[in-house]
């Protein structure tokens, strides 16, 4: 189906299942009980799951199949937040022609950093990259304030001129008349479920954008970048010219990041500089490295697992670990809140940062590697005693989408 | 064959889901509450948003400390603090409404984006009421922006860019923070005393919203006085070596640095300009001097000794003698074994301002909580007499100006109170030019 294999199709309805079905199983505890902080179900954190998948996938296009590692994607999910915000500011809060816009600037900025770029490979090439998305920050955060409000953001104000904006439009972000911010409540039994329109609009971008790097994944191109990553001074050897097929990925996985960008001001109507600070250059990289790169999940499954911990992790503080730790006995309870203190609330990024070496020390191939292990493991289990010599069997290659 | 079958399911799905979608809307406003997040009847939570990493990160540690204090406060347990000297009775230590208070807490990181991706977590996970905290204008500003989308209260924490209640205010937003106009109208007066009227400044400025309008503030005050700015010059907010920025001052003929920074940066500029020699110099026949308008007990300690002699403003320090003061740094000293810094009073005095607005309209409906608040006038809580502005939702209180201090006796008695400015010559009218622009538009309650 779709032009796909029979595997990829299974692939692709697991992830729509799993992409749709999200705000049931992110909600695993009852409200009220000690696990309900826990709980990421809820609009925003669901929202930036969908949208930093839609970033990761498109970054991993680049980093994933080429093998150029950029330091400065977070220029173009800036300047997609800045087209979406302009054209609430000039037209109304419709979604629509801020997310065209966004695609589109971020694919002539994107056009223009990489030709540049891309004239160096490796390290060079970070680093090229990297000074732009610096550069552009710069730009935004003071020198471009009357187009980007610097610091505080751009934010629509009530005498934007808006002339789209009729008697009765909404007054946030919408898709022709369904606002984004609207969610419907469904309480089972203690268990919340939150439904809401905004983040079912980017899951279902999430995955049209999926889609589309899975054709990409399977196309002569995506094995032309392939030969890229795997030596590119042979390929240029055989006398083809490598460079507008990076290029073209280079644009592609910009347009992905405008995308992204776009989306986040979907959602909510502010676009502010520090989108585009090298931290969220590397948050990308971290996300795709922490998946797995060069996999078609392992990009999301880094997204989500880091969104997770900033959002959720960070907020538990000394209060709650009183709570959950109170029926111990007083001595045992200091020393766990103690040595919890060291990974919850403000030191997330030690959490974070502990996973993420155990991560690439133990599974190179981030956690889809670990997925894959176990189900080796499974496997292989339910194998043994088939007869076959575990011992003498060719080692079957990863597939690149599991 | 099984094309055929699976584009039909394929089509199925999507005229379901279209069909969901269209039916979303109608299902939620049938559902809708009065307002956005009404508590129940045992417990109310409330949203501290302060940056727990990044450059402001003390500052934020210090917010909590004062936010953990005021619910203790609130909820009837300490010694009370501050609920025995504010003017209004309204609270009397059973929580807020006979509800007990809750709270939680999230990290901005001093960006925006995170800070409001903390509050709307708030907000929508954890059902907060009101949201509070912060320390910049930059994530004040945009928070102000979510809680007025989504039908909160936001009470500002460390926020003094004019920008946060002047273009940028919104009916739910307050600030108790006193911001840059007061800065330079309470400092003007006391520069022109010390040093004459005849002077020439030079600015350094951080290139950012909040630096922009501090320097605005002091130019147009100092002007006003007679003296003459030579230059003003923007360094980055990320700098950390300003001996660039300070060389071309010593050949400007100026004779006074004005230095709008705020935070690390004016740590490391007034050092650099210290070591310069700047002090010790003659400009003019006079000797040369430095500024630093907004002063804080965090940075005087991480510029040490440089700090000696140069004035600045702060909103409040704990050596102040009101009742309210004292009652306030007593009870965080007990708490925590130090005194606290002018963040964590603006904060803790917010959040019961918000308390007692709450009790006194009777109802958690922001829009009435916000009416509360209005040209509200109160005393006792640390800066004398202040009034919460209807106009544009800031308070008017007296403005401290303070000075390093020569000789300081522990690590957090770093600075001396000069003049207590009264609040009739900070005051301003709402259309003023620097705060022109924006305006509050209708109170939202959410749902």
């Known amino acids: 189906m779709f032009g796909l294999s029979k595997k990829d199709t299974t692939f692709l309805l697991i992830v729509c299942f799993l992409t749709l079905a999200t705000p049931i199983l992110l909600q695993p505890f009852p409200e009220g009980s000690a696990g309900a902080t826990f709980n990421a179900g809820y609009p925003d954190l669901m929202q930036r799951f969908a949208i930093f998948g839609i970033f990761a996938i498109g970054f991993n296009i680049l980093f994933g199949l080429t093998g150029y590692l950029s330091f400065g994607h977070a220029a173009f999910l800036g300047v997609g937040s800045y087209s979406v915000v302009w054209m609430y500011k000039l037209l109304d809060y419709n979604v629509i022609p801020g997310l065209l816009l966004a695609i589109v600037t971020s694919a002539i900025f994107a056009l223009a950093i990489g030709y540049v770029s891309l004239r160096r490979t490796g390290i060079y090439f970070s680093i090229l990259t990297l000074a732009f998305a610096q550069m552009s920050f710069n730009l935004a955060y003071s020198v471009l304030t009357p187009l980007t409000n610097g610091e505080t953001g751009l934010q629509v104000y009530t005498d934007d001129p808006q002339i789209l904006m009729g008697e009765n439009s909404p007054t946030s972000p919408h898709l022709f008349g369904l606002v984004m911010r609207d969610s419907v409540q469904i309480d089972i039994g203690g268990w919340l479920f939150t439904f809401n329109i905004g983040y079912y609009f980017c899951a279902v971008i999430a995955i049209l954008a999926f889609y589309l790097s899975l054709r990409i994944f399977r196309s002569p191109f995506g094995m032309m970048l392939r030969a890229i990553k795997t030596n590119q001074t042979r390929l240029n050897y055989t006398g083809l010219n490598s460079r507008p097929y990076t290029l073209a990925a280079f644009v592609i996985s910009g347009m992905y990041a405008g995308l992204a960008g776009g989306l986040m001001a979907a959602m909510d109507p502010l676009a502010g500089a520090e989108r585009m600070q090298w931290t969220a250059s590397g948050e990308v990289v971290l996300m795709t490295i922490l998946g797995g790169a060069g996999t078609l999940m392992g990009p999301i499954l880094g997204a989500g697992f880091i969104k997770y911990f900033e959002n959720i992790f960070s907020k538990i503080n000394d209060n709650m670990l009183h709570q959950w730790f109170g029926w111990m006995p007083d001595g045992m309870e200091d020393a766990l809140i103690f040595i919890s203190h060291f990974f919850v609330g403000k030191s997330w990024h030690l959490t974070l940062g502990l996973l993420f070496m155990l991560v690439v020390i133990f599974l190179p191939g981030g956690l889809v590697e670990g997925g894959q292990r176990i189900a080796r493991w499974v496997r292989g289990r339910r194998k043994k005693g088939s007869g076959d010599d575990p011992e003498h069997h060719p080692k079957p290659a990863p597939h690149v989408a599991e | ?447």
């Not at chain 2, 300690?301 to 004035?311: F, P, Q, T």
């Not at chain 2, 007499?385 to 939702?393: C, G, I, M, S, V």
């Not at chain 2, 000069?418 to 109170?443: K, R, S, W």
């Open chain 2, 1 to 447: 064959m099984s094309k055929t079958n699976l584009t039909r399911r394929g089509v199925l799905r999507t005229g379901a889901a279209t069909g969901a979608g269209l039916a979303l809307p109608t299902i939620f406003t049938s559902a809708a509450s009065a307002f956005t997040n009404a508590p129940g009847d045992s417990e109310v939570t409330l949203g501290f948003n302060v940056p727990q990493t990044g450059p402001y990160a003390d500052e934020g540690a210090d917010e909590l400390r004062a936010y953990e204090l005021a619910v203790e406060h609130l909820n009837g347990g300490g010694d009370g603090g501050m609920l025995s000297t504010f003017s209004s009775k309204a609270l009397d230590g059973t929580g807020i409404l006979g509800r007990e208070v809750k709270y939680v807490t999230g990290d901005t990181q001093t960006k925006s984006d995170a800070a409001r991706a903390s509050a709307k977590s708030m907000i929508e996970k954890d059902g907060a009421i009101m949201i509070t905290g912060g320390s910049s204008s930059g994530v004040a500003i945009a928070v102000q922006g979510l809680c007025q989308e989504a039908g909160v209260i936001f009470m500002a924490g460390l926020t003094h860019s004019n920008d946060t209640t002047g273009k940028d205010k919104k009916a739910n937003g307050f600030r108790h923070f006193f911001n840059a106009y007061m800065s330079g109208a309470a400092l003007a007066p006391v520069l022109a005393q010390r040093y004459g009227k005849d002077r020439k400044a030079y600015h350094l400025t951080a290139d950012y919203t909040w630096g922009w309008t501090q320097e605005e503030s002091i130019v147009s005050a100092t002007e006003a006085l007679g003296w003459e700015t030579v230059n003003t010059v923007k360094t980055p907010l990320a700098a950390t070596d300003f001996s660039s920025y300070i060389a071309p001052v010593l050949n400007s003929g100026a004779d006074v640095l004005v230095l709008n920074h705020y935070g690390g940066n004016m740590v490391n500029s007034l050092t650099n300009a210290v070591q310069f020699g700047l002090r010790e110099k003659q400009v003019n026949g006079k000797n040369f001097e430095i500024v630093v308008p907004l002063y804080s007990r965090l940075m005087a300690r991480g510029a040490g000794e440089n700090v000696k002699g140069i004035l600045g403003s702060t909103n409040w320090h704990w050596s102040l003698q009101d009742e309210g003061s004292q009652a306030f740094v007593r009870s965080f000293g007990t708490k925590y074994g130090f005194p606290p810094s002018q963040a964590a009073h603006t904060c803790y005095v917010q959040t019961l301002l918000y308390a007692d607005a709450v009790t006194r309209a009777g109802s958690f409906n922001p829009c009435a909580v916000a009416e509360a608040l209005e040209g509200y006038e109160f005393d006792g809580l640390g800066n004398g007499p202040t009034l919460y502005r209807a106009a544009d939702h800031q308070c008017f209180k007296d403005v401290l100006v303070v000075q390093g201090k020569e000789n300081p006796q522990s690590e957090f008695d770093l600075l001396e109170v000069v003049e207590v400015t009264p609040a009739e010559q900070v005051t301003y009218e709402p259309d003023h030019p620097m705060f022109d622009g924006g305006n509050l538009g209708e109170c939202n309650p959410g749902a």
